[in-house]
Nanobody, 128 residues
Framework: VQLQASGGGLVQAGGSLRLSCAAS????????MGWFRQAPGKEREFVAAISRSGRKKGFADSVTGRFTTSRDDAKNTVYLQMSSLKPEDTAVYYC??????????????????????WGQGTLVTVSS
């Protein structure tokens, strides 16, 4: 299984970025997908998740209204669209896959411990 995250970079505050995460080696439609981030010296934190059906989504309070997530099962890819970026959004962003085939098509988790596979991370730096 491989999750390949991309799209990170340097952006000014108020700007936008779209992260992508391409999955291979798994049956993508059986997995909820999540985004987490970790800033230097801080713990990993939940950012967003999308159920395997794509109908249910969840977001951390800190990004609600600014970030959104979507998936394209034909491309085995999940996206994180980030707008109105703030310096405090600076972190390494990770995508992760959570096998939820037996948990209902609308389920997802904000707990990183429940995720089965992880990407390598992509760095997002927001300058003030």
């Amino acid at each position: 299984v491989q999750l390949q995250a991309s799209g990170g970079g340097l952006v000014q505050a108020g700007g936008s970025l779209r992260l992508s995460c391409a999955a291979s080696g798994l049956t993508f439609s059986r997995y909820a997908m999540g985004w987490f981030r970790q800033a230097p010296g801080k713990e990993r934190e939940f950012v967003a998740a999308i159920s395997r059906s794509g109908r249910k989504k969840g977001f951390a309070d800190s990004v609600t209204g600014r970030f959104t997530t979507s998936r394209d099962d034909a491309k085995n890819t999940v996206y994180l669209q980030m707008s109105s970026l703030k310096p405090e959004d600076t972190a390494v962003y990770y995508c992760a896959a959570d096998f939820t085939y037996y948990s209902g098509s609308g389920s997802y988790s904000d707990n990183w411990r429940e995720y089965d596979y992880w990407g390598q991370g992509t760095l997002v730096t927001v300058s003030s």
